[in-house]
Structure formats: structure tokens, C-alpha cells
């Protein structure tokens, strides 16, 4: 029961305030640190790719980027769906803290994606169900942004934003489908981003580190950007 | 319920009847954006045959969403949204039937025009019915999905440009299936498939925008 009372007694953004600082700072630490080790483990310790050569190192950057950049939409709709529901000031004002942060890391995601594949491809962007549904993903959350940016009051800019991203929740799987359908019908898979060779293990501990790193970071972020709401608003 | 949905259906309809400038504006847009293709891509017939679908439904996209911003503009200037909202009837068959009726006068129109288009484009005629069928089932959904974009930028400052923001990337999968559908019929194949999902698109936005569209407007009015 006491657990149940903490829950409330931090929902409120006066008594979050501390330890959201408090968290921030251990996260931002944690960050580092991870990051620090998943990149000496990605560029010194794991193997150069048989097939890609040293170009595949990027993934250690690309594929946490990614990982993070569709769950952090799905947790900013889920704390939207929140604060819309129960009327908490909080849920909201983490849901608009979260979505820069998920915007970086769409754009990082394509932007090493590009890099990635002007080597590999030959070509900085092809039409692939994964880029081009990438690539809405960020308008999806540009579109959040500018429509919390375009209403001065903070409550309807709130609810707005809260109804938008869950429209845009419901609407990630089927525009999910429908491009992948769109680029099987238009052309063959002339490149897949499935690797058949199974991984080397020390390719799969640099890049679940830089996961872990990325989760961290944007913990940090967030509630870092949280606090700046918080006193903002308050 | 109905009642009440007939009668914003009817008003709806009156309005636009007696501003037909307004209907005709979007219209033309489409028109004149489909006519500005080959200028940009040149003339050439296998190339205007090969994009048609595709520039037909951007150019039917674009078009919708133009006439999007007056959907509830003008209630919510003269009050009789807050009327709507204060009324026994339900809000989200209200904004079902102000949605019908925009379809009526912005959608439907580009369904009719589409295969004169299609002519422009030298489109075989056997493609003309799996065309307007395709914009037959998706124009609806762009209304319904563009209906809550325009809810939601109600009165804001820059509301034109942020709707296209908001509602464009929710387009997509309508695009893809409605241009797919008339792509595979050129291929000689069956469009049937397309076409069912984009029935499944109407179906699935015709149940649950309207409580979204609702949910908006009180978001907006409050």
C-alpha cells in the first residue's frame, strides 16, 4: 500500500521536481559511462563484418538510435493517453518533454542510416519500407511538436497533443504495413537489412550497451526538460 | 440522432450550395495541379501513363486537405459550434454528418472528375472504374482522418499550414493502397486486394474518427 502511496505523492510536480533531478543527474552519469564502453567495444573490440568491412561499425550509433526512436513514441503516447484520461498535469507535461528527445533520435537514425548506406548500397537513401517509414515517424512527431508549439495555453496545447499522438499511435502499425506492402509491390528487395550470418557476440554487447546508453540518455533528457517545464508552469 | 445528423447534412449542404465558389476553388486546384505535371516531368505518353495514379491521388490529397480548414471554421466564428456542443445531440454524429457533407462537396466531385484526368493522362479506359472506385473508397477516409487535424488547429494562428503537417504523414497509407489499386490494374492484375483494404481503411476511420473529431472539439472549444 505504501508503494501505492509514493506513486501519488510523485505525481505531483512539485514534490517530482527533486527527483527528477536527481534521477537526471544518475542517468546522465550512467550514460556516459555506458556510452563510453558500448563505443570502445563497438570500434576496438568487436570484428570487421566479413561482408561490410569497417563501414558496418555504425550500427552500434543506427540500430539503438532506431530501437529507441519508435518506443520512445509509443511511451510519449502511452503518458499523452494518461494525462488525457486521469487529467494529470504531469503525464502530460512528460509527454511533451519525451518528444524532442524521440525526434533527435529518429533524425540520428536516419542520418546514420544514410551514412550506412552510401558504402553498403551505393546510394545515401533508397525508397525502403524501414527508411520511408522512419522518415514519417519523424513528420509524425514534428507534427506533435508544431502543434504543441502553435497553442499558447498550456492545457489545450496538453489535450491536443495528447489526442494527435494517440490518432498517431493507432496509425503507426498500419502506415507500418502499408509501406512495406507499397515497396514489395514497387520493387524487388534489392537490399535487406536482415543479416543472415548470425552476430558476433561482441557486436551484440557493443550495441546492447549503446541501447542501454541511449535509454538512459533520454531518461535524462527527459526529465531534464521535464524540470524546465515544471518551472515553467508552476 | 438522425434527425439531428440530417439537418446539419441539409444546412450543410445549403451553405455550400449558396457559395459554390468555395466547392469549385478546391476542384479546380485539383485540376490545375494534375495539369501541372507533365509541364514539370514532360509529355512523354509511357511516362505520363506510368505516374497518373500516383499524381492523381497526391493532386486528390492536396486538394482535400485545402477545403479541410473550413470545415468548422465558420461555426466556431458564429457560435453555432458551441450550440453543437451544448446540444442534446451527440457530437461525435454531428461531426459525422459535417464530415459526410464535406465529402459530398469536396470528395465526390474529385471521384467525378477523376477519370477526365485520367484522359489527360492517355490511362486506358478499362482503368477508369478501378480508379474512381479507389477514390470512391478512400476520399472518405481523407475527410475523416483530415476532420480531426482540422478540430484540433481550430483558431490557431498559422492553422493551414500546421493542418497539412499534422494530417499529410496520416494520408499515407490511403495514398499507397489507392495508387497501389490502380497500379495493379495497369499491371494487369487483380486490384480487388487494394481496393478491400482501403474499404477496411473507411470502415475502421467511419468508427472511430468521429469520437476523435468529438473528443477535438471540446479539446478546442473549452
Not at chain 1, 36 to 51: K, R, S
Not at chain 1, 195 to 202: D, G, L
Not at chain 2, 104 to 124: E, F, K, M, R, W
Not at chain 2, 154 to 181: D, E, F, H, T
Amino acid at each position: 500500500m505504501s508503494a501505492a502511496i509514493k506513486w501519488y505523492w510523485f505525481s505531483s510536480p512539485q514534490t517530482f521536481f527533486p527527483l527528477a533531478g536527481k534521477i537526471a543527474r544518475w542517468s546522465a552519469v550512467g550514460a556516459g559511462l555506458l556510452a563510453a564502453a558500448g563505443l570502445y567495444v563497438g570500434f576496438f573490440v568487436a570484428p570487421t563484418d566479413a561482408q561490410q568491412g569497417e563501414a558496418y561499425r555504425i550500427i552500434f550509433i543506427h540500430v539503438p538510435a532506431a530501437w529507441m526512436s519508435m518506443f520512445l513514441y509509443v511511451v510519449m503516447a502511452f503518458w499523452a493517453g494518461i494525462g488525457l484520461a486521469f487529467n494529470t498535469r504531469l503525464s502530460s507535461m512528460m509527454a511533451s518533454a519525451i518528444a524532442p528527445t524521440g525526434a533527435l533520435f529518429t533524425f540520428l537514425a536516419l542520418w546514420t542510416g544514410a551514412l550506412w548506406g552510401r558504402p553498403t548500397w551505393g546510394a545515401y537513401w533508397v525508397w525502403d519500407a524501414r527508411l520511408t517509414s522512419e522518415l514519417i515517424l519523424l513528420f509524425l512527431y514534428l507534427g506533435f511538436m508544431a502543434l504543441q508549439a502553435a497553442i499558447d495555453e498550456p492545457r489545450r496545447a496538453d489535450r491536443a497533443g495528447a489526442l494527435l499522438a494517440i490518432v498517431g499511435v493507432v496509425n503507426v502499425p498500419i502506415i507500418y504495413y502499408s509501406v512495406t506492402w507499397w515497396n514489395t509491390l514497387h520493387q524487388g528487395a534489392s537490399v535487406s537489412l536482415t543479416r543472415a550470418p548470425s552476430m558476433a557476440s561482441t557486436m551484440l554487447t557493443g550495441m546492447l550497451l549503446m541501447a542501454l546508453a541511449f535509454w538512459l540518455y533520454s531518461i535524462a533528457a527527459s526529465l531534464a526538460r521535464v524540470r524546465c517545464i515544471i518551472k515553467e508552469r508552476e | 440522432m438522425i434527425a439531428a445528423a440530417r439537418c446539419v447534412v441539409r444546412r450543410d449542404l445549403l451553405l455550400a450550395l449558396r457559395r459554390p465558389s468555395d466547392v469549385g476553388t478546391a476542384l479546380l486546384f485539383f485540376v490545375i495541379v494534375a495539369s501541372l505535371f507533365p509541364l514539370g516531368i514532360g509529355a512523354e505518353p509511357n511516362q505520363l501513363r506510368a505516374v497518373a495514379p500516383g499524381v492523381i491521388w497526391v493532386a486528390a490529397l492536396l486538394s482535400s486537405m485545402l477545403s479541410l480548414s473550413r470545415l468548422f471554421a465558420a461555426d466556431h466564428a458564429d457560435g453555432t459550434l458551441e450550440q453543437m456542443l451544448l446540444g442534446v445531440s451527440p457530437l461525435g454524429v454531428i461531426a459525422a454528418a459535417k464530415v459526410f457533407t464535406h465529402w459530398l462537396v469536396s470528395g465526390l466531385p474529385l471521384v467525378l472528375i477523376a477519370p477526365l484526368i485520367a484522359l489527360q493522362y492517355d490511362l486506358p479506359a478499362s482503368l477508369y472504374g478501378t480508379l474512381a472506385l479507389s477514390l470512391l473508397l478512400g476520399t472518405p477516409v481523407l475527410s475523416l482522418i483530415g476532420a480531426i487535424g482540422a478540430a484540433l488547429t481550430l483558431g490557431l494562428r498559422g492553422g493551414g499550414v500546421l493542418l497539412s503537417l499534422l494530417v499529410l504523414p496520416l494520408y499515407v497509407p490511403v495514398l499507397i493502397m489507392g495508387a497501389g489499386s490502380v497500379d495493379m490494374a495497369a499491371a494487369g492484375l487483380a486490384p480487388q486486394g487494394q481496393l478491400q483494404l482501403l474499404g477496411a481503411l473507411l470502415l475502421l476511420a467511419a468508427a472511430f474518427a468521429p469520437w476523435a473529431i468529438a473528443a477535438a472539439l471540446r479539446i478546442s472549444t473549452e
